[in-house]
């Protein structure tokens, strides 16, 4: 009798422990689904705050991969006003243009540069084409989407740049640009011409300005407003050689954005804080999301204890140093002797080491990364009035120069004599921010290294012992990751 | 009545003796004294002794014991007969553990190997898949790791997933396990069974394709109360050696020529070169390490200054500094015996293992306890419980290219770099205020720069950073069983495994990724798993001849990963490690995982007359991975064996006693989408991460692109065997042909990076193995008092893509491709040195006359990126298997395991790092001495040349070694102290021995790695330990 009691227990509990529907629905708890995000306004800003944030994620695993402040890293280390003092350590092979040039590897900066900004379009596409149903207010849906289209346009401007050849005004730019992606799509897109990349640009930022135009205050630094959406069309439209529009847009966004230049204080105060009233776009970074070695003053600072700091302290190129009038404040942000440097323990004092950029605390690395200053405002401004032989031009460039260096005398130059003196200012005004490699290749200008403080053992372009790459060469174009070609046969690579 | 009994009594004699194991020595009770052809018998007492009346005219007495050989002696005139008994393991005859229950081999229609407890009996191994390795055919196992608590790599039958998992599923005592195989006693465990096949696996449905490793713990017999000692002391040291670099007299001048090559030039001739180098070498390699000075160091024509002499020669090697001499203590104490309701195992061990390398070890109690009990005569309850707590130092070789990875920076070092600061001039050491020495960071002085690993320092940062863990393993195993209507059982079966993890990391201000404000983390975790299981098991045999054996049940298995981390940094007093002593808070986050599977399934046997066995398995597994509408999938097997040598029609030769013919087939699954990082438990999800805040914003971003029709991988296997035994069992073994095909790969396609997203999991792509495997065993020599016995396995297959997703797919030294296997290599093809000018020569893509020239017919470029790839032979060997020999003389055996690689290809990485062209301050490879120097050299080294090291030293074949290898796996010597001396010592059995594990490796180089991966790459790795013990087994 008990044996048949215990045999219907077991039998019944073998029966009814088939559990309920729900045992194999399991869901993870540190992600959210899809649907999810695009179910109200108020998902859709955070997962817009996650493309603010990819700026300063660490990507592919890398440690020279940081997010933009990295890819600042890559236009400076291509160019030849960002100097080394050892050779052997990380932007190395950036430095040495093998980097952008290697069609095979996954870890080179062709891979990195590719990838992170499509990872932003991906982003930026699944906001502006899915938020039709979202709850929430107009006015919110309205910021999320202008914001994800000024990523959109960025992203694909500093694409095109990277791996397309330069834009040239006056002429219908049929050559080969990058994939143009304005839906979600695993399908692989041919590429673009040029011409058709900058006109989805220019059209993603023209409605960018109309929606957030009218907008409340954005809730940071790091979100786009209207001024910053005319600042990069004035970016772009200056790439293009489009002057009227770069400085129509330029001043736009000076008048816009409420910002102003830094006092001669502030400038040499390390270029880490959002806060700095000169700033109208940037990355805030908190200590609990530090980026540890692979953050941008991991290795752009003079203070922070990396291998790359202590040994390798970046410097300025000493032919540019010495045009710096002693007046400037600018002269201060470089030491010609190495002796004035705040390098951590054990740190080389390097000369003409730079000390812009600093750590606010040496124990973290951490730091906010400027993406748009007033002053290349101004010095867009400056450059496109000057190459339509604009008289404001010298004006616009005396405002910002004057602020820096109180014995500037507004110039008298004209013609390519002025431009040439406003590209001077860019280049010691954006040091290390960014601007150099893309400044040369759409001025179609060589790069050269000779005849300055570049070690000729480690600074070598394309092959040892080669200091200067021509205008135009092919070698001024990215080559297409070789993850891309793998699976992406609609894509045609540039001449190798 | 009493007249007849009386006559019986006057006709017989007593005869008398002892019983004991052949093995062991050890008196055995129990053991059945049964007069043939008679009903006298009797039994053997505590001691092994009997006595038994045989009629005065003799007749046979058979001794029988259960897992023992039979044993008739003819009685005659003796008065006193002792046997020994030799165990039946050799045979076919003991049952095997399978999948839910166990097996009778003699019909078994799967392929499985059993390891049997008296082989871990001497092995020190730590983790239990150490004593896999070589002891089954069809299982590769690779070198394993020396980190304390590790065990190596396990892959049966070849490789079935591109992306994912190929390692087996291992269940303990039933069930999965989740809680890692180095929480496992070696002593506690009975029995490991491999199961290879369909028909072993099916029963594990969705989680069988890679096979089944079922570990069992050990039970009590019944009829005995034994207490067992087992001790271990042992040594531990590096197995393999470092890889022979040059000395610091070599490297000054090898260094001075890279320099001076990268400097010659159209304008600067030679002879002006090697002034420049002269004088600047030193500047580029930071230390003078001679009593020489800066610029003469090395002469103008290359070589080292006559009257260089080391001023801190005892002070160079890193290795050593971070070596000391291991040990290794395992202590453990068991309880085990019975009676005839009742039966139960405890156990108490200690192991404390202290890894070669310093603050490396490992240090476990665990306890078990194992008591089942026949409660009525129709139900039987079980619990067995087990306990595990591990407190371990972890080496820090978690990143092979980590500079806090010992390995990697002592292998890289150059050979002039001390390890403590020296005044540059004297040589003498620098002390501290309390006269201690003092470690050179590497920029200590102006004139003393480390260009190499600057600032970084491996044995203070080894020294001085905490990464530990402390673990605590639950597991307990319960069921109860009602048997029924004669023939039926009920079995409910729960189990659970409960871990929890504390990881500990700190990272201090002196030197290091610490520095300068330090650093602290934790991670815990808990991890849960349950199963629970109902079987109704079906077994009887009809009319003598049917019997049939079937199973149905039902099981859900759960799985839980509470996860927490955080560090924090800004370290506020020293020597405080916990987190409330640092400033500022870098992460910290939660999340839980979870993974569950439910199944049904069934199993039916049925065999005629001991012949003919057929037999099929089902399985349906529903897994939380997938997506609910595709979440439930069916696996299964069918298979069949025959007793040839049971047929009347086949008149079997008198020296074979058993030929068995089996084969199976089915289709089993793999779900298991882990990747390392376990983040894929919801694959077929779109998803965004959490945390990724803008600031004080929340944030999230796109992770994953999901896939709502993913399923399991499939695996369709055949396998074919026969099994025989020969010569009055003396010789047995064993040949198997297998074929395992894979179709719809869980495989993560890569998609166009301009898609935003890299890769998504999807099911395309297919391979398959197959291959031969081997197994023979038995004495070779057999006499009385001696005993040689050879157990040998062999296995060889080949591995080939069907399909995949792409024509191809270039992945590091692989490349993927229909037709080809899944190790194959695709380098470039290296073609030499150029006499002419030393540079390396690689068959070219096409010809291009600024890199390229033509030899004979051949095509030859030194730039390597028109150096032409090619498949340059595969990592998989042509064979390999283990073979053991055990030399048994009295109570004295010797055994010594042996596995052995023959065949395929090794890419030796570290090799090449060693053959670098120059990197200021990175050790160089001996063989670098063989250089090419000048015009018209033949050697195979290119030139030294700084800056060009990525022509001189590509990736290509050049790193290719032959893979082949034999490794001294473990050898024992024992002695089992004979009967008398134990039984005045009222010991049971005691045996004493000495055994080395990983005593010699023979391979291709000095310091390779060889078995490190079965892809045939190697990285810095903690280097497998050497260890040599003293052992005694003790049972009273």
Redesign the interface.
Known sequence: MK??I??AL??S??IF???EKE????????????E??LSSTKNG??????????LY?QHNGSQNQGGEGSMKIMMDALGEDWVQT?G?SWWANEHNW?SHRNA?SSTTYN?AW??FY??????A??LINGLDNATGPEAEKQMIIGEALVYRAWAHFQLVQAFGERYEAGKTNSQLG??L?IT??????PRATVEEVYTQINTDLDTAIGLLTGLGNR??K?HFNAAVAKGIKARVALTMQNWPVAARFAQEAIQQSGATLMSRAQYTSGFNSVENPEWLWGS???????N??YSFFAYMSANY?S?AI??NPKKINSVLYNQIPATDVRKALWDPTGASIPV???G?KAPYGQKKFLVA????SIGDVPHMRLAELYLIQAEAEARQGLASAAGSLFTLVSARDPQYVRSTRTGQALVDEILFQRRIELWGEGFRFLDLKRTNSALDRTGKNHIA?WA?ALT??NLRVEAGVKEWQFLF????L???KA?VQNPL | MSAFSTQALAQSKAVTGRVTDAITGEGMPGVTVHLKETSTAAPTDEQGNYSINVPAGGGTLVFTFIGYLNKEVTVGSQSTINVSLASDSKTLNEVVVVAYGTADPATYTGSVTQIGAEKLAQRPVTNITNAIAGQAPGVQVSAGSGQPGSGPDIRIRGFSSVNYANDPLYVVDGVPYTAGLSNLNTEDIASISVLKDAASTALYGSRATNGVVMITTKKGKKDRVQVNLRALQGVSSRAIPEYERVNAYEYYPLMWEAYRNSLVSATVTRAQASQRATADIKGLLGYNPFNVPNNQIVLQDGTLNPDAQLLWEDDLDWEKALTRDGSRSDYTVSFNGGSEKSDYYVSLGYLNEKGYLIKSDFERFSGRMNVNTNLTNWFKAGVNINYTLTNSNQANTGSSTGFVNPFFFSRGIGPIYPIYQHDPATGAYVLDANGERVYDLGGSSPTMTRPVYPGRHIVAETEWNNYLYRRNVFGGRTYGEITFLKDFKLTANFAADITNYEEQTYENTQVGDGAPAGRAGRVLYNLTSYTANQLLNYNRTLAGVHTVDALLGHENYSRSRDYLSGSKSGEVIADNTELQNFSTINNFNTYLQEHRIESYFGRANYTFNDKYTVSASYRRDGSSRFYKDVRWGSFWSVGGSWRLDQETFFTKPNWVDMVKLRSSYGQVGNENLENGDGSQYYAWQALYTLGQNNAAEPGFSQATLGNRGLVWEKNNSFDAGIEFALLKNRLNGSAEYFKRTSEDLLFEVQLPLSSGVANRIENVGAMYNQGVELRLAGDIIKTDAFTWNLDVNWTTFKNKITKLPYPELVSGTKKLKVGEDLQAFWLREYYGVDPENGNALYRAITYNEANSKIIGSDTVTWNANNGRFHYAGTAIPKFSGGFTNTFSFKGITLSALVTYSVGGKFYDGQYATLMNHGTYGGAMHKDMLDRWQNPGDITDVPKLQVGNTANLAAASDRWLVDASYLNFRSVSLSYNIPAPLTTRLKLRNVNIFATGENLALVSKRKGMNVAQTFSGTTSAVYVPARVLSLGLNLSL
């Not at chain 1, 800003?45 to 990819?54: D, E």
Request: with cysteine; glycine share 6%; hydrophobic share 35%.
């Open positions: 044996k048949t215990y045999s077991l039998a509990a073998m422990s088939s559990c045992y194999l629905e399991t869901a993870p708890t540190n992600a959210v689904t899809e999810n995000v800003m955070a997962a817009l705050n996650g493309i603010h944030r990819i994620l050892l052997t093998t095979t891979h590719y990838y499509y990872r932003i379009i991906a982003n596409n699944i990058v994939p992606l979600s799509t695993t399908e692989g897109q809730p940071a790091s805030k970074m908190q200590a609990d999301q530090t540890y070695f204890s291998t202590r040994q951590p323990a054990g080389v605390d040496p124990n973290l053992q070598w040892g012992g990751p070789q993850a891309e793998n699976v992406n894509i």
